[in-house]
């Protein structure tokens, strides 16, 4: 585990996924992120603790290294710093099961994270902490879980307490769902690099370039 600020990298055996862990106060953001990397549960963390955490996995027979950013709890959504949104390649939002109010944090998070990167289609996983504590919850994961698919989220009800599996799968889901979306955008970028769909385009944009002279023209000299 390592702490410390890595930027984003990318060779032949491995490349770098950034994954920011956010949600209110109270929430399980540590506990997730410690009992991911070490296997271990521990319940009380400094609130004001900012820092990345680092791990190697394997996804698909290739290496990946998997930098966590744990962020601080006093915001919300619309107060969120720029920092972890510019640097995360994946977003993982958790609330708590037993606290309405985490969860409508994260549905202001959803609101600010696709403004800021909706059209680049990074990843965003809702994660549902204290799923052990079914006699405590204050909502339906169900209905959690309806409202995150509307949104194009993905969904993991998980207990950093009694269920480390479940966190294992949140994390390899989200980082699978990374590597989806970097294949796609290398695809995209190899394609149109290709000299003929090059040429299409720049015809195309002259096209379009052109009609707008055209119809400014037509407004200014009816003016």
Partial sequence: ?????????????????????LGGKGVGKSAIIVRYLTGRFIGDYDPEMEAIFSTNIPIDGKHYTINIKDTTSYFSGHDLKEDPIFWADAFMLVFSLIDLASYQTVQELVETLRMARDDEGVPILAAANKSDLVHLWTMSSVECEAWCSGQQCLFAEISASEDPESIYKAFELLCKRVRAVHKKREKLSWTLQRPAVAAKLQIRQSLKNLAEKKLWRTRTSTM
């Fill in 1 to 21: 585990m390592e702490d410390k600020n890595h930027k984003h990298v990318q060779n032949g055996s491995c490349r770098d996924i950034n994954i920011a862990v």
